[in-house]
């Protein structure tokens, strides 16, 4: 059972991100107890008086970040914590920002609808040369500088128009969850320290070469098949890496 919290309507910080992080809170406290099932939507959306679309992104978040866990037909359970693993997470750079009072900035440098080539069919396990994805990059900035890059595909649906100033925000969960009929269940990072190409550091204004934190994302259905996929790189000398003990999607 979510514990009576208020949320903020009047507030910079999203609704969704705010529901995201009372409910993150809650499981960390032990308030939320592992395997214990959450409220279905609309529970939740009448007892804050918010959007189900907006739950939906919340719930989306977590699954991502690996604090609760999915099952088709039965409902969103909190996973297991599991004490032998240590779980690297890259915060919200958006929010965090945000958060901190900083002036943030999203710059949306491209989008379009593109036909599936052989890599994103294989990516995205489709076999139809006619699948058609929504191709978008962004720049995430703070204080007027340049802090990171990235690059997100995700299968289009032409029922579901979307806006291009939804295209900035960083969240692809969220987007795939309002703006497509999949639903995001679960997702897996793979993080890497690398060194930035040149197209990379003349877009982030770094010298080639220098180290970024590369961290690329795939989000899966219920059915585990692939919905969305993205790659973000971080300056390294502007961003840290904080780890939490032990949260993480259940197999």
């Known amino acids: 059972m979510i514990q009576a919290e208020t949320i903020d309507k009047s507030s910079v910080i999203p609704i ?5 992080k009372l409910i993150e809170e809650q499981i960390r406290r032990g308030d939320l107890k592992p395997g214990e099932s959450l409220p279905t939507e609309h529970e939740i959306s009448l007892r804050f008086e918010i959007s189900r679309m907006t739950v939906r992104r919340a719930i989306a978040e977590l699954v991502s970040a690996g604090m609760v866990y ?11 914590p599991k004490l032998d693993n240590i779980v690297f997470e890259l915060n919200d750079f958006n ?16 989008a379009k609808i593109i036909r599936a080539d052989k890599e994103l069919r294989e990516r995205f396990q489709v076999g139809e040369e006619s699948k058609r994805f929504l191709y978008f990059r962004t720049v995430f900035s703070a204080e ?20 291009e100033s939804e295209l ?3 969240s692809l969960p969220g987007l795939i ?20 190409t040149e197209e990379e550091a003349a877009i982030l204004g770094i010298a080639p070469n220098s180290p ?8 899966y259905d219920p059915d585990l098949k692939p919905v969305g996929w993205s790659k973000a790189v971080y300056r390294g000398d502007r961003y840290k890496l904080t780890s939490y003990d032990g949260w993480y999607k259940k197999d």
Do not use: W
């Not at 970024?212 to 989000?219: D, G, K, P, S």
């Open 16 to 20: 969704y991100y705010q529901l995201f």
């Open 70 to 80: 999915a099952q088709q037909g039965r409902g969103t359970f909190v996973a297991t």
């Open 95 to 110: 929010q965090e920002i945000k958060e901190r009072g900083l002036n943030c900035k999203n710059t949306l440098l491209e």
């Open 144 to 163: 007027d500088e340049r802090l990171s890059y990235e690059v997100k595909y995700t299968i289009y649906s032409k029922s579901r128009p979307i806006l």
């Open 168 to 170: 900035k925000d960083p």
């Open 177 to 196: 969850a309002t703006h497509t009929e999949y639903v995001p269940m679960s997702a897996k990072k793979v993080l890497q320290v690398a060194v930035c």
């Open 212 to 219: 970024v934190f590369l961290v690329e994302q795939t989000i």
